[in-house]
């Protein structure tokens, strides 16, 4: 990813989708929690939300946001929904991880701390979804139902999409149990190679999980690229495995550029 920074925050870009003329995108790193309902300096997140969205050039009023409940569902933003869960949980779209619209300057947030977090955009449709990809949300399809539902709202073809794959707990560190482990594998169809063991221990490559889903749904692999960045592993991201669950959570915000 590429490192700039805007209005006093360092911030991450896909290189692959920093080209799109007609996309605006964000990863955030700490300090900067994005969680009202998170962390010490909780009262702070909504004022890096509006940083945010005026560092990108985005009003904070249309910033969107699902409760995000580890699942796979994913809605297309309704007239209704611009502006849902700026503030926080409360009023977010309820019972789903991912959203997409095709309405410029609506932006969309995705938050984390450890889960990876997925952006798709498609410069011949302009629509833009991202989704928030627990092990649970992966392991259900949730990049899959991000594609499915780009085209079924939007007529998106899978092969003009682009993809980014966030930040998260690697295949270096995400150590699951052997619960999770069999949960996985009646899902995986190459459960060596994305749940690796070593000494013992298992690991759950989600990264490598999720870039599958989205060429087994026809994302060209040229139009994907993942981050590779481990939050346990580096410190600019906030990581509930690291440093707990009271832990603050930076964001991936991705939206159709404004109308000028
Ligand atoms: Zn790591």
Redesign the pocket.
Known sequence: MKSISLEGMNLLRFELLSEQAGLVHAVTTRPHNLAPHRAADRELATENRRRLCAALGLEFDKLTAATQMHGAEVLPVAEGDAGRGREGRHNAVPFVDGLITDRRGVGLLSMSADCPTVLVYDPAHRAVGVAHASWRGTLGGIAANLVAQMQRSFGCRPSDLMAGIGPS??P??YEVKDDVRRVAATRLEHVHRLIPSRGGRFFLDLWATLESQLLEAGVPQANIEQARL?T??DQRFFSHRRDGASTGRFGLLGALKPVQ
């Open positions: 707990a690697g270096c560190c481990c346990m592993c």
